[in-house]
């Protein structure tokens, strides 16, 4: 058994149990296996959680598809710069989507990858501009939804699923670092800064 120190009154530190007893976890863990990785220690309602990460997953199959699309379509000749990076967004997005359906999946849920209504339950549009900058402005528009979703997303799970929680965080610092890259492209093509600092 792992044990911590705390001060006692006179300054002095003691041991004090850091675990419950291990026949009780033992015990709690066999009554309630079918729950698999979901202990009574989870700090929220497991099926409000797969919810929430639902919403997830139907944004990231979106964006899977738009800058599928956007990379598809992209011509021009200065467009091989803005069709490789929809391609690596594109793959980073399949990456996120198939983390948050491996969540759902062991909170108990099952991963809703069902294209009937899809854009209903995303939190971000399936629109493709006419050109190469209409194009890079939709993806910004969709990568700044996602970080404000996120960030949202995070301050739910808290220290309730650190698990959870995490696994967000990883993905909001690449939607941040798609938005800047995003914006940047956006800025070579324009040839002004959108953003003032």
Do not use: W
């Amino acid at each position: 058994m792992m044990l911590k120190r705390s001060p006692s009154k006179n300054g002095h530190k003691k041991s004090q149990p850091f675990l419950s007893d291990v026949k009780e976890l033992r015990r709690r863990a066999q009554a309630a296996m079918e729950k698999g990785a979901v202990t009574a220690s989870y700090g929220l309602d497991p099926k409000e959680a797969v919810n929430v990460l639902q919403t997830a997953l139907a944004t990231e199959i979106v964006c899977v598809l738009r800058y599928t699309a956007n990379a598809t379509a992209a011509m021009g000749i200065n467009s091989s710069e803005v069709k490789a990076e929809f391609e690596e967004h594109a793959n980073d997005e399949l990456a996120h989507l198939r983390k948050i359906a491996e969540r759902i999946n062991e909170l108990g849920g099952s991963p809703n990858l069902n294209p009937e209504g899809l854009l209903t339950r995303s939190h971000s549009q399936y629109s493709s501009g006419p050109n190469l900058i209409d194009m890079i402005k939709e993806n910004l528009i969709a990568e700044r939804i996602a970080v404000e979703s996120y960030t949202e997303m995070i301050r739910f799970f808290s220290d309730k699923d650190p698990t959870t929680r995490i696994m967000l965080e990883g993905i909001l610092a690449q939607e941040e670092e798609h938005a800047s890259d995003m914006h940047d492209l956006l800025v070579a093509r324009e040839g002004r800064p959108m953003l003032k600092h």
